[in-house]
């Protein structure tokens, strides 16, 4: 029923989780293979944490043959070229890197504004999915690929249409030679990026994007420091020599990195604003506790929409949590 979409999968789990009410974890079947679904959480807490080194590897494994950016992603790494990957992607996620990136997101939300103004004066319903979602793949697009893609004004740009793609069941992907990430997808992408890229080098542009963070770690190894400890993983030399030859990002383990914020950011962030903007419509006394909240914080940011303004937004916090 699953994968002929006749259930969702979080209805049929959602039942098996409360079939086995008191248990700390169950077992199913992903078509022919077991799987344990952990409920305790210190039961939790020993898979993620203290017994990580035994459960790193996804499930998910893409045919580098056939999908080598699915396959060369952080999604389809595994064992020590896993981790040296996570290890020199995590400086780029600290949250100096995100202020510095801050003002592309801003820049699209802007243009969001613009549009459901424009909108709204029509007196029609807006379609919030589907404007969410045009919104998150400007910001990726923006972020990741270092382009604008206009999907917000026109939802037949190229880069809107290419950045559709889909997951699958990991033994159907492996069995069937199936892509996660079409191929025609991937070869716009891989264009886009590095035009994108030799236009940089080419005339010293720096845009402090998430392209810019990867172009430190192809041209030198790593991410350069700014001071922050708070995310820094310190790598472990057995790992990095053994397994892994490559110490710097090359070809399509380059590309990867940028398409995983594609798969790991779209859906995520275009379904939680959707919702989020249904239940404040729903609500609309936390819509109106919400909106005092962002004024009173903008009065003491110059009415600008920062990096920091939103830290101190605690409210808007719990709402879209």
Request: hydrophobic share 40%; with cysteine.
């Amino acid at each position: 029923d699953i994968i002929l979409q006749k259930q969702h999968i979080g209805e049929y789990l959602r039942t098996a989780y409360e079939k086995t009410s008191g248990e700390p974890y169950f077992g199913l079947f992903a078509i022919d293979s077991p799987v344990i679904v952990a409920k305790d959480i210190d039961f939790i807490k020993n898979i993620l944490v203290k017994d990580f080194d035994k459960f790193s590897d996804r499930s998910f494994s893409p045919d580098e043959g056939v999908d080598p950016l699915g396959a060369k992603s952080l999604f389809g790494r595994k064992g020590p070229t896993w981790r040296h990957l996570r290890v020199k992607m995590t400086p780029t996620f600290t949250s100096g890197k995100m202020k510095k990136m801050y003002y592309l997101v801003d820049e699209c939300a802007q243009k969001l504004t613009e549009i459901i103004e424009l909108e709204s004066v029509k007196g029609k319903p807006i379609l919030v999915k589907e404007t969410m979602a045009r919104f998150s793949t400007d910001v990726i697009a923006s972020c990741a690929f270092g382009v604008k893609s206009n999907a917000m004004t026109d939802p037949n740009s190229e880069v809107s249409i290419k950045l559709a793609l889909a997951f699958f069941v990991p033994s159907i992907v492996h069995t069937f030679k199936l892509r996660v990430f079409d191929g025609s997808i991937a070869i716009f992408v891989r264009k886009t990026l590095w035009d994108n890229v030799e236009y940089r080098e080419k005339n010293g542009i720096v845009r402090h994007d998430f392209v810019d963070l990867l172009m430190q770690i192809k041209n030198s190894g790593e991410v350069i420091d700014d001071n922050e400890n708070d995310h820094n993983i310190k790598e472990n030399d057995s790992l990095t020599n053994e397994n892994n030859k490559v110490k710097k990002l090359e070809g399509d383990d380059f590309v990867a990195q940028a398409f995983v914020f594609l798969a790991a950011g779209f859906e995520t962030s275009s379904t939680t604003t959707t919702f989020t903007l249904y239940e404040l419509a729903l609500n609309p006394d936390i819509q109106n506790k919400l909106r005092h909240e962002i004024i009173t914080v903008l009065e003491k940011h110059d009415r600008k929409v920062t990096y920091d303004a939103m830290m101190e937004m605690n409210y808007l916090d719990m709402v879209v949590s």
